[in-house]
């Protein structure tokens, strides 16, 4: 009978494990010693998102080629969230490969911004008069999600939406120390 409800327990475990939307994956690196980060695909497996241990979120949207705004002199780009009902967004840099989007507290110094509205200062600091995004605010919010929508709106007329499940982020996030 222990021998049953063992195998049970480990079945219902394997499952669990397989059916998780979110993972930790790790980069080995002998110089800088690496990097962790909590990443999921969206439900379509078109894009994915990477919150990692340096302080970034790094976002491939599956576009393959982001044109950016014109507005700023670097390549940049504003992506809206929709946590469950909660809509914001948020000006990321866009890779030097136009492949992906990042942003890093540090780019709040340069002017890139978080909209304005009573849900995106729950979860924002200043930085030089700037207002942004606050990654640990953030994934705290992101814990309470049961879904996540992102979508990016690019300068050659390229429309994309990710669905995110959000089942296992706060796992994932708290193993990392996120």
Do not use: H
Not at 40 to 51: A, H, L, M, P
């Amino acid at each position: 009978m222990m021998k049953k409800i063992s195998l049970l327990i480990t079945i219902i475990m394997l499952s669990l494990m397989l059916n998780a939307e979110w993972y930790i994956e790790k980069q080995e690196d002998p110089f800088t010693g690496g990097l962790s980060g909590a990443v999921s695909y969206d439900t379509k497996k078109q894009g994915y998102i990477v919150f990692n241990t340096k302080g970034e979120i790094y976002l491939v949207n599956g576009d393959g080629y982001i044109c950016a705004d014109t507005e700023f002199s670097v390549d940049t780009l504003d992506v809206l969230f929709k946590l469950d009902e909660e809509i914001f967004s948020q000006r990321f840099a866009i890779s030097k490969s136009n492949d992906g989007l990042i942003y890093y507290e540090r780019l709040i110094e340069l002017g890139y911004a978080i909209s304005n509205s009573d849900f995106s200062e729950s979860i924002s600091k200043r930085g030089y008069g700037y207002k942004g995004l606050d990654i640990q605010l953030f994934v705290n919010a992101l814990k309470k999600t049961k879904k996540l929508l992102i979508r990016t709106n690019d300068n050659c007329g390229t429309s994309t939406t990710l669905e995110f499940n959000m089942d296992g982020f706060t796992n994932v996030v708290t193993e990392l120390g996120l």
